[in-house]
């Protein structure tokens, strides 16, 4: 376990239950790992490989419990999957199980770097994954779609009508990106991107063991590997998604939250001067090696 002296404070917001995350930080262990992501850059997908390479793909029912609750929405201040009721602290903090959850414990989380909780000293891992920004906005509009506790419960608004409100109101995936940017070559931060993990997902899964030295610490095989890709793929994701992934009624039953797992087919739906509003506004906000980044053919060639 980390370091257990006080922890920060930390935000809270109508996603963020800050005093849920000082009271988690002191129990941080050296063998946590915490997503954190902008939202609709691939977290779900991530999270799924982690939670069946952590089992060893022996696990394909994910224990009857569901993606939330073999790992954890960690700051998430509802019942995303049921009520969406406000958590009383300690009533989330015991239905989460955190100090049984098997080791090594994986979070999800939408949060700012620095709203990781982990202690100065923690050597627990963060991985985050992002995506060539054109392919988000589409996707997040489907996925506030297909959510019954969205915002679009009296009426759905056009696409265009959507784009234009949410690209005035300032996208987190730019304050989320300017958050991790500074932390690219960090011993103990990961950055994947969705494109890299389509292109080769068997390759992109071994960087995420070694990084994570899961294939000394939770002996595992190519066969585990190969088995945990299977049942992350989106084929299979799909196929379970309201039997396995999510075991409550978050989304409409004529809808999916994992639709296509495809690159280029959400950018498409941006009309041009769409497109270029968004990257203006990318150039504008983001340091330019970072867009360089995300914008990438290929990552590992790129100067960063």
């Known amino acids: 376990m980390s370091d257990t002296s006080a922890s920060r404070s930390y935000p809270t917001t109508d996603f963020c239950f800050g005093e849920l995350l000082a009271k988690f930080e002191p129990t941080c262990r050296d063998t946590d790992v915490f997503?954190?992501?902008?939202?609709?850059?691939?977290?779900?997908?991530?999270?799924?490989?982690?939670?069946?390479?952590k089992t060893k793909g022996q696990s394909p029912d994910m224990e009857g419990k569901g993606i939330l609750n073999v790992v954890p929405w960690l700051e998430i201040p509802m019942d995303f999957e049921r009520s969406v009721e406000p958590y009383q602290l300690d009533e989330r903090l015991q239905s989460m199980n955190l100090m049984s959850l098997d080791i090594p414990r994986v979070f999800k989380m939408h949060v700012l770097f620095d709203e990781v909780p982990r202690p100065p000293s923690?050597?627990?891992?963060?991985?985050?994954?992002?995506?060539?920004?054109r392919d988000v906005p589409y996707s997040f509009y489907q996925h506030l779609q297909a959510s019954r506790h969205g915002p679009f419960k009296e009426r759905t608004p056009s696409f265009e009508d959507w784009f234009d409100s949410w690209l005035e109101n300032g996208p987190y995936f730019f304050l989320h990106l300017k958050s991790f940017w500074p932390h690219f070559n960090d011993p103990n931060v990961l950055f994947l991107r969705y494109e890299d993990m389509k292109r080769d997902a068997y390759a992109e899964t071994h960087k995420i063991v070694q990084f994570l030295g899961w294939k000394e610490d939770l002996d595992l095989t190519d066969e585990h590997i190969t088995s945990a890709i299977e049942l992350a793929s989106f084929r299979n994701m799909q196929r379970t998604e309201k039997s396995v992934l999510f075991v409550g009624?978050?989304?409409?039953?004529?809808?999916?939250?994992?639709?296509?797992g495809k690159v280029g087919t959400n950018r498409?739906?941006?009309?041009?001067?769409?497109?270029?509003?968004?990257?203006?506004?990318?150039?504008?906000?983001?340091?330019?090696?970072?867009?360089?980044?995300?914008?990438?053919?290929?990552?590992?060639?790129c100067n960063c």
């Open 249 to 260: 009624d978050s989304f409409h039953e004529d809808k999916n939250f994992v639709r296509e």
């Open 35 to 53: 997503t954190a992501t902008s939202a609709k850059c691939g977290q779900t997908w991530l999270c799924t490989l982690l939670y069946h390479l």
């Open 268 to 301: 498409a739906k941006l009309t041009d001067d769409m497109e270029k509003r968004l990257m203006e506004r990318a150039k504008e906000e983001l340091p330019q090696d970072a867009l360089d980044w995300i914008l990438s053919e290929d990552a590992e060639q």
């Open 122 to 133: 923690s050597k627990s891992k963060v991985i985050t994954i992002l995506r060539d920004l």
